[in-house]
C-alpha cells in the first residue's frame, strides 16, 4: 500500500488497551475542549510548584503567558522531585557510548552531578538569565550540563555537535552566551568527531565568551587556551563543586532555553522557550502519548542538539521518572544491528526515531532485526517528516512485531511538545499523524483561513495556545509575529500544509513552500515520495516543482535505490509509471535522477529547497544546517 488516504485501520490490542493512562481520547479531548484552563491545571498540579500560579493564561496575543505568578523550575522537577522519593535509587539514565562503554545514572547520582556542575557555573560567574552554549556529543555530560544550566536559571543553548564553525558562532553570538561546554571529541561512526578546534575557531569571533568548558571524551590531543579553557573533570574536582544546590524558584514565564530550528526552510530562527508552559506540555504528552508508566525505559535516539532531544530524551522522560537512554554513536556502527541490540541489551520499552533512520535501516532488510529479541518493546514513535506508509508498515511488523502501535507525532522546536499525535488507544492509519492532542485546536484552512472540506489540501493552522508554545524568537518579537502570526490573523500559521479525511485524520503533506502546483493541482511531496518509495527498488525519494512554460511545473524527482538495484532508463519509466499509477496521471514525475544521497538537515530532513535551487542555477540560501 503507498497513500491511501483513508485506509485501513490498525488498532491496539485489547490487552494493551485495558492498561493504558488514556483509554478514551474522544471524553478527554472534549473535556479539555470545554475547559482547557482546568484540563492544564489539572496536569500543572500533578508537578512541583514552590509557588502556585494566580492565572493559567494570559494571552496577549500573539504572546501567551502560561501558569502566570507561579514559581516553579524544571530541574527540580525533573531531578529532585524524584530524589525525594524512593525513585532516588531508580536509573534515571542508561548511557552507551559508541565503543560499547556504558554508564548508568540513578536519580540521586544524576541530581549530584548536576549540582556540581551547577555550582561550577556559579562559580564561574554564571547567573540568573545568563547564556550557557552547549555543544557537546550524545554524552551524559550534554545532559548534566543542560539540567545544572537550568536549575540555577541560566539559559541553555545547544548547538548540534557537528555544525561547522559558522554555525557554531552565528548562534553563540546571537545568544551572547558566556560559557560554552564542548569535548575534546566524541566518537562516531568509528572515528573520532573534533569538536575542540572548532570551538576554538568559532569563539574567536564571540566576544561574549568568557570561558569554555571541556569534558574528556576521547583522550585526543587538544590545544587548551590558557586563562580560558577548563577542564570539566578539573573543575569538577575542585570543591566549588559541591554536590548540594538549591533549585533557582524560577518564574513560571521565565526563559529556559534558545533553541534554534533545523533550517528546513531557511534561516534557523532563535526559538525561546519556558520553564513553566514548557514542563507542564512535555510532561503529560510523553506521559500520555507513549503511555509512560513507572518501569518504562524509553529511548528516543533523537540528539539533544535538537527538539526532540530536549522533550523527549531530556524533559519529558526525566519528569515522568523514567529512565532514559542515551546512546553515542551511529546506528549501524560496528554492524547495522546496533539499535536492535541496544534494544535489546538494555530492555527498552518504548522507541522513540525519525522516518529517515527507519528508511535508512530497512535497507539493510530484516535479517539483522530478526536475530535480536525485542520482545521488551511497548510504544514505537515517529517524528520529523511524514512517515511514508511503506516504512510505517516495516517498523509496524519488523520492529514492532504487529504489537506495539506507532506514535506518529506531529510538531515542531516552536511548539515544544508534541501537537498531533495519535495515543496509544488511537486507531490508527499508516501515514497519518491522526488527530491533536487534548486541549489542542488544529484545522486545515483555505487562503481565507476558511477550513477546508475533508479531502481538500490547506494550511495548517493552530487554533489557541498551548503550553509549551514557544514564546518569541531570540531577540527578534518582529520575527515572532512576521512568521507565524501575520499569514492568519488569531491563529499559529505552522507552515506546514495538510489534508483533512473524512474521519478527522490530519496528513501532513509537506512544507508549504515545497508544495507542487502542476497544470492547476496542488501535489503533496509527501505524497508523491510516498509513492516512489513504495517500489520496491525504491530506498528514499525527494520530489521538487520545476518551472515549465506549459504546466507550470513539472515534477523532478531524485531516487535514491535499495541495495542491489541499479539505475537504467527502464527502471527510471517504470518509476514513472508507478507514480502515475498509485496516484493518477497528473502526478507522473517528468524527471527521474538517480543519486546516492539527498541534501538533508542535520537532524535528517530532506531540504528540497536546495534541490530546487541547484536544479534552477539559484543561489542556495542559509545552509548552515546541512548534513556533510
Ligand atoms: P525551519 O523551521 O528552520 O525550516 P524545521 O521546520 O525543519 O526548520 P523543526 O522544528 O525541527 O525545524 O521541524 C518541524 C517540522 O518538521 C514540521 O513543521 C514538519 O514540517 C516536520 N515534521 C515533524 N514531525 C512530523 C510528522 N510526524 N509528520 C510530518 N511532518 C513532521
Ligand atoms: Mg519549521
Redesign the pocket.
Known amino acids: 500500500m503507498s497513500t491511501n488516504h483513508n485506509g485501513e485501520f490498525f488498532y491496539p490490542s485489547e490487552e494493551l488497551k485495558s492498561k493504558l493512562h488514556v483509554k478514551n481520547y474522544d471524553e478527554i479531548y472534549q473535556y479539555a475542549a470545554e475547559h482547557p484552563e482546568s484540563f492544564w491545571s489539572v496536569i500543572a498540579s500533578e508537578l512541583s510548584w514552590f509557588k502556585p500560579w494566580d492565572k493559567v493564561l494570559e494571552w496577549e496575543y500573539p504572546f501567551a503567558r502560561w501558569f502566570v505568578g507561579g514559581k516553579t523550575n524544571i530541574a527540580y522537577n525533573a531531578l529532585d522531585r524524584h530524589v525525594n522519593t524512593w525513585r532516588r535509587n531508580k536509573l534515571a539514565l542508561i548511557w552507551e557510548g559508541e565503543n560499547a562503554e556504558v554508564r548508568t545514572y540513578t536519580y540521586l547520582q544524576l541530581q549530584r552531578e548536576v549540582n556540581r556542575f551547577a555550582n561550577v557555573l556559579k562559580a564561574m560567574g554564571v547567573q540568573k538569565g545568563d547564556r550557557v552554549s552547549i555543544y557537546l556529543p550524545r554524552i551524559p555530560e550534554q545532559m548534566i550540563a543542560m539540567l545544572a544550566a537550568a536549575k540555577i536559571g541560566a539559559i541553555h543553548t545547544l548547538v548540534y555537535a557537528g555544525f561547522s564553525v559558522e554555525a557554531l558562532r552565528d548562534r553563540i553570538n546571537d545568544a551572547e552566551s558566556k560559557i560554552v561546554v564542548t569535548a575534546d571529541g566524541g566518537f562516531y561512526n568509528g572515528k573520532v568527531v573534533p569538536l575542540k578546534n572548532i570551538v576554538d575557531e568559532a569563539v574567536s569571533k564571540c566576544p561574549s565568551i568568557i570561558s569554555v568548558i571541556v569534558v574528556k571524551r576521547t583522550g585526543a590531543d587538544v590545544d587548551m587556551t590558557p586563562g580560558r579553557d577548563l577542564w570539566y573533570h578539573e573543575l569538577m574536582a575542585l570543591p566549588i563543586a559541591s554536590p548540594k544546590c538549591d533549585a533557582e524558584e524560577m518564574d513560571a514565564t521565565d526563559p529556559l532555553f534558545i533553541l ?10 532563535g ?1 525561546v522557550h519556558s520553564h513553566g508552559g514548557y514542563m507542564v506540555g512535555t510532561y503529560i504528552t510523553t506521559k500520555w502519548v507513549f503511555d509512560m508508566k513507572e518501569e518504562d525505559t524509553h529511548w528516543c535516539t533523537a540528539d539533544s542538539g ?3 532531544g530536549h522533550s523527549y530524551v531530556v524533559y519529558g522522560p526525566l519528569l515522568n521518572g523514567a529512565t532514559t537512554v542515551m546512546y553515542e554513536g551511529a546506528p549501524t556502527y560496528p554492524l547495522p544491528d546496533r539499535w536492535w541490540s541496544i534494544v535489546e541489551r538494555h530492555n527498552v520499552t518504548i522507541f522513540y526515531t ?2 529517515t533512520a527507519i528508511r535508512s535501516l530497512m535497507r539493510y532488510g530484516s535479517s539483522w532485526v530478526n536475530r535480536r529479541d525485542l520482545s521488551t518493546l511497548r510504544i514505537l514513535g ?6 511514508n506508509p511503506e516504512a510505517w508498515l516495516w517498523f509496524y511488523k519488523i520492529i514492532g512485531q504487529e504489537r506495539c502501535p506507532i506514535m ?8 515544544g511538545m508534541h501537537i ?2 495519535p495515543l496509544p488507544c488511537t486507531p490508527l492509519k499508516p501515514g497519518s ?1 491522526s488527530k491533536p492532542f487534548p486541549g489542542i485546536v488544529v484545522d486545515v484552512v483555505d487562503e481565507e483561513g476558511e477550513s477546508v472540506k475533508p479531502g481538500e489540501e490547506g494550511f ?1 493552522v493552530i487554533k489557541t495556545p498551548w503550553p509549551a508554545m514557544l514564546q518569541t524568537v531570540y531577540k527578534d518579537p518582529e520575527r515572532y509575529k512576521q512568521q507565524y502570526w501575520s499569514r492568519f490573523p488569531g491563529v499559529y500559521f ?3 500544509s495538510a489534508k483533512k479525511d473524512e474521519d478527522g485524520y490530519i496528513w ?1 503533506i ?2 508549504v513552500d515545497d508544495v507542487i502546483k502542476v497544470a492547476g493541482y496542488r501535489l503533496g511531496t ?1 505524497e508523491i515520495e510516498s509513492a516512489l518509495v513504495s517500489h520496491p527498488a525504491v530506498a528514499e525519494a525527494a520530489a521538487i516543482g520545476k518551472p515549465d512554460p506549459l504546466k507550470g511545473n513539472i515534477i523532478k524527482v531524485f531516487v535514491i535505490l535499495k541495495f542491489g538495484y541499479e539505475p537504467s532508463e527502464k527502471l527510471a519509466q517504470e518509476l514513472k509509471n508507478h507514480v502515475g499509477h498509485e496516484l493518477g496521471p497528473i502526478a507522473k514525475p517528468a524527471e527521474i535522477q538517480f543519486v546516492e544521497s539527498l541534501p538533508k ?1 542535520r ?1 535528517g ?1 530532506i531540504m528540497r529547497r536546495v534541490l530546487r535551487a541547484q536544479e534552477l542555477g539559484q543561489p542556495v540560501g542559509d545552509l548552515s ?1 546541512l548534513e556533510e
Open positions: 534554534y530550528t533545523s533550517g528546513t526552510t531557511g534561516k534557523p530562527k526559538v535538537w527538539v526532540t525519525a522516518p515517529s517524528v520529523g517528516e511524514p512517515i506518529d507525532t506531529w510538531w515542531q522546536t516552536e511548539t498531533i499525535t499523524a495548517l505552522a507552515g506546514d501532513i509537506g512544507r509527501a538537515t537532524s530532513k544546517t
